[in-house]
Every structure is written in structure tokens, then in C-alpha cells.
């Protein structure tokens, strides 16, 4: 398994981006990464994912607004998000792991809020 630290979270207005990254206690070249959210009373959900190649994936929700992508030499993995809706309020969560929805390792959580 492998440790992973979000950060990057917070309040920001309706409309507005924030970017979050999420840092691997190791090597990341191998492996798949993936960002989840949890809204209140709700289930936790995929965002978005990207493959050891770089292949990428999204929810129909976040499309065309939010961007994954990795920096292996870094061992970081980012959500870049911008036209944030009042929806997009959540604790989102990294992944990590072989598979293609990567769910074998997971970060904490960071809170982001948006205001409408």
C-alpha cells in the first residue's frame, strides 16, 4: 500500500476553481489514481481517474470543468477544478491502487465548499 496526503481544499464562491493534490509516500509510475467525493448523506462517488499511462476518466457531472492529471516525479496526483457549483461540495478523497477504478489505498479526505 501507499500513503497519501490531500491538500489544497477550502471555501471558494460559486464559479471559482480550486486545485487539489494529493502526495504518495512513494513511487506512483506503476500504479492508477483516482479522486472520490462524499457529500452529506450521500455515498462516496468516483470523480475522476487516470491510469499508470496517463488515460484519464470522469464523471458525466465534473466534465469539461475538472482535470486530473500526475506528476510521477513528484509522486503527487491533481484535481484541477474550475466552474465550481454549490453541488461539487464535498470531502474528496485520493486513491490509489492496481485497479482500474483505484480503491486500495486512500488519503484522508479534504473538504471543499463551494457557496452559491
Known amino acids: 500500500q501507499v500513503q497519501l496526503v490531500e491538500s489544497g481544499g477550502g471555501l471558494v464562491q460559486a464559479g471559482g476553481s480550486l486545485r487539489l493534490s494529493c502526495a504518495a509516500s512513494?513511487?506512483?509510475?506503476?500504479?492508477?489514481l483516482g479522486w472520490y467525493r462524499q457529500a452529506p448523506g450521500k455515498q462516496r462517488e468516483l470523480v475522476a481517474t487516470?491510469?499508470?499511462?496517463?488515460?484519464?476518466n470522469y464523471a458525466d457531472s465534473v466534465k469539461g470543468r475538472f482535470t486530473i492529471s500526475r506528476d510521477n516525479a513528484k509522486n503527487t496526483v491533481y484535481l484541477q477544478m474550475n466552474s465550481l457549483k454549490f453541488e461539487d461540495t464535498a470531502v474528496y478523497y485520493c486513491?490509489?491502487?492496481?485497479?482500474?477504478?483505484?480503491?486500495?489505498?486512500w488519503g484522508q479526505g479534504t473538504q471543499v465548499t463551494v457557496s452559491s
Open positions: 512513494r513511487s506512483i509510475s506503476s500504479i492508477n
Open positions: 486513491a490509489a491502487g492496481p485497479e482500474y477504478y483505484p480503491r486500495s489505498s
Open positions: 487516470i491510469t499508470n499511462i496517463g488515460s484519464t
